[in-house]
Antibody, heavy 119, light 113 residues
């Protein structure tokens, strides 16, 4: 069965950095585009980044462009999110999600990892 | 960006009664392949989201048949024929036709009256 397990969250000060990881299993990771989606406390879902199956193309929401970098290692079945210059408003649960195909874009989600940005 | 607008934002329902959630997109979600790409997700309290419906009306594996999706173009509906206690949570619609960004509705919180 498809499993996505995020890790790397924690407490960081404004301006700091953090790297999230997502370990994938139960499917051929290298066949699928992947996303990072976040949810601020008590708020809705916000897509923030997307990467193609080979990693050759990446996309970002305006809210994180220039600060966050998505990457993947298909040999390790892993997805990453490097977060720099963190702001208080980046506080959220961060989910990795699989793109099944075409324009469906999201099917399976991980359990999420909490990032708290606070002084 | 395509804006997804859900209504109502709060939905109190009596157990065993039907429930209906509306989702409207600011542009048609009919894709060049002839399919319409609108998904519905359920997020139970304390859990990550789970996809229920894809391409308007296709139920994911394991989703009870009391959940159904309908609609076309820019107007979509998620219906629950008879609400059960395990259906409590927040429901989101999502479009992936016009990206980036992938966009979600604001969420509809379903609670038991």
């Amino acid at each position: 069965q498809v499993q996505l397990v995020e890790s790397g969250g924690g407490l960081v000060k404004p301006g700091g950095s953090l790297r999230l990881s997502c370990a994938a299993s139960g499917f051929t990771f290298s066949d699928h585009y992947m996303s990072w989606i976040r949810q601020a406390p008590g708020r809705g879902l916000e897509w923030i980044s997307y990467i193609t199956s080979s990693g050759s193309a990446t996309y970002y929401a305006d809210s994180v462009k220039g600060r966050f970098t998505i990457s993947r290692d298909n040999t390790k079945n892993s997805l990453y999110l490097q977060m720099n210059t963190l702001r208080v408003e980046d506080t959220a649960v961060y989910y990795c999600a699989r793109d099944p195909d075409t324009a469906n874009k999201v099917d399976y989600w991980g359990q999420g990892t909490l990032v708290t940005v606070s002084s | 960006d395509v804006v997804m607008t859900q209504s109502p934002l709060s939905l109190p329902v009596t157990l065993g009664q039907p429930a209906s959630i509306s989702c409207r997109s600011s542009q048609s979600l009919l894709y060049r392949d002839g399919n319409t790409y609108l998904s519905w997700f359920q997020q139970r309290p304390g859990q990550s989201p789970r996809r229920l419906i894809y391409q308007v009306s296709n139920r994911d594996s394991g989703v009870p048949d009391r959940f159904s999706g309908s609609g076309s173009g820019t107007d979509f509906t998620l219906k629950i024929s008879r609400v059960e206690a395990e259906d409590v949570g927040v429901y989101y619609c999502m479009q992936g036709v016009y990206w980036p960004p992938i966009t979600f509705g604001q969420g509809t919180r379903l609670e038991i009256k």
